[in-house]
């Protein structure tokens, strides 16, 4: 089946440490995103790569960062210079047409908590 | 600046009633898209639909349906027999073409169907 998986989909972390989010995709998607959720808000783009090796920062990359070695995975790490960790993360993929067109998937998420 | 706004925060109803979610819209792209996303408590977001700014005919699918209206930057979302699986977070996003897509997202509206 073809799909974008997240993992883990609970993660605890304590103040000062870095965790990384895994995301991978089979969907041969060359476009991958990031983004925050929230409660009782919409998602806010942390950051977005197109292309394998390529990526740039979203709306609130602050105390994120991110890897694209390869097109299947977008790996986010959550660095101690976040302030606020503690959200549900999301990762979605799409195909990577030009314009507007473009549909995004979406994984089933990570809730980080920080202790 | 592009913005979704769901004025909706929760709404809640019983099984067999209709319901509908509204969609306000600011843009200045004369070309864009607008999406609904279905977020379920199990936290994934789920593609229902995508609609592009000149294509203004309204689409129904099985007991979804959506209404947009360009001349009031509106794209509603109704739901007809609602049913307790329908119990979800409902997001209407806009795309906008900033180099990449961006998605533009409202805060949801939650529906609650109760047996």
């Known amino acids: 089946d073809g799909g974008i998986t997240q993992s883990p989909k609970y993660l605890f972390r304590k103040e000062g440490q870095n965790v990384t989010l895994s995301c991978e995709q089979n969907?041969?998607?060359?476009?991958m995103y990031w983004y925050r959720q929230d409660p009782g808000q919409g998602l806010r783009l942390i950051y977005y790569?197109?292309?394998?090796?390529?990526?740039q920062k979203g709306d609130i990359a602050e105390g994120y960062s991110v890897s694209r070695e390869k097109k299947e995975s977008f790996p986010l790490t959550v660095t101690s210079a976040q302030k606020n960790p503690t959200a549900f993360y999301l990762c979605?993929?799409?195909?990577?047409?030009?314009?507007?067109?473009?549909?995004?998937?979406f994984g089933p998420g990570t809730r980080l908590t920080v202790l | 600046a592009q913005k979704v706004t769901q004025a909706q925060t929760e709404i809640s109803v019983v099984e067999k009633e209709d319901v509908t979610l509204d969609c306000v819209y600011e843009?200045?792209?004369?070309?864009?898209?607008l999406f609904w996303y279905k977020q379920p408590p199990s936290g994934e977001l789920v593609f229902l639909i995508r609609?592009?700014?000149?294509?203004?005919q309204n689409e129904i699918s099985g007991r979804y349906s959506w209404n947009f209206q360009k001349s009031t930057s509106s794209f509603n979302f109704t739901i007809t027999a609602s049913q307790v699986v329908d119990s979800a977070v409902y997001f209407c996003?806009?795309?906008?073409?900033?180099?990449?897509?961006?998605?533009?997202f409202g805060t949801g509206t939650r529906l609650l169907v109760s047996p």
């Open positions: 979605a993929s799409s195909i990577g047409l030009a314009g507007a067109t473009d549909t995004q998937y």
């Open positions: 969907l041969n998607h060359d476009a």
């Open positions: 790569s197109q292309i394998v090796n390529d990526f």
């Open positions: 843009t200045r792209d004369t070309t864009y898209y």
């Open positions: 609609r592009n700014s000149f294509d203004e």
């Open positions: 996003a806009l795309s906008e073409f900033q180099g990449f897509q961006k998605l533009v």
